[in-house]
């Protein structure tokens, strides 16, 4: 009986470190939490929000819209991918232009009606601007209040991305896809 119990330990201990192992790969690799800190991504992410963050991306393949995370030196950011390597971007009057042709940005309409009713822009003119190769420019959706390509964070290296926002899991009531 002794031997029994001996034995199902030494397989639940071998078990629990393989698992341990999966989920630091896991971890470390593919999947990892974060909290959003900050406005500059309302209203599509709020301050203290925790989001989930695929660091697999096939051929490391991001595409204007999606959400990073941003490794910084001091800090991690969250943006939106605006512009690609290679890409001429510029704003004029609350409007962006890709290569010249003007580019839809549904996700800032909420900032945009807040914006309009103050009499302000959202977003200042600037450009046009080139995206060096290997780089992105990235701006938050709060554009008022995000620290972003324009102004501190420039372009975006792409080994300086950790990974792209997938969804929101807490808090509980707010658990949805990002888009």
């Known amino acids: 009986m002794e031997h029994k119990t001996k034995k199902e330990l030494k397989s639940w201990g071998k078990a629990l470190i393989i698992a341990l192992g999966i989920a630091f790969v896991a971890r470390t690799f593919l999947f990892a939490p974060y909290t959003v800190k900050g406005v500059s991504m309302e209203p599509t992410l709020h301050d203290q929000e925790k989001i989930f963050v695929n660091k697999f991306t096939m051929n490391d393949r991001y595409h204007r819209g999606d959400i990073i995370i941003i490794k910084g030196k001091e800090k991690n950011y969250v943006k939106r991918i605006i512009g690609l390597p290679g890409e001429k971007i510029y704003m004029e009057n609350d409007k962006l232009f890709i290569d010249g042709v003007l580019s839809k940005e549904p996700y800032l309409s909420q900032n945009l009606k807040l914006a309009m009713e103050d009499g302000s822009k959202l977003t200042g003119d600037f450009g046009p601007i080139t995206?060096?190769?290997?780089?992105?420019?990235?701006?938050?959706?709060?554009?008022?209040?995000?620290?972003?390509s324009r102004n501190g964070l420039g372009f975006i290296r792409k080994q300086s991305i950790v990974g792209k926002s997938e969804f929101v899991f807490f808090p509980l009531s707010h658990f949805r896809d990002v888009d």
């Open 131 to 148: 995206v060096p190769q290997n780089k992105y420019f990235v701006m938050g959706d709060n554009r008022l209040k995000s620290e972003d």
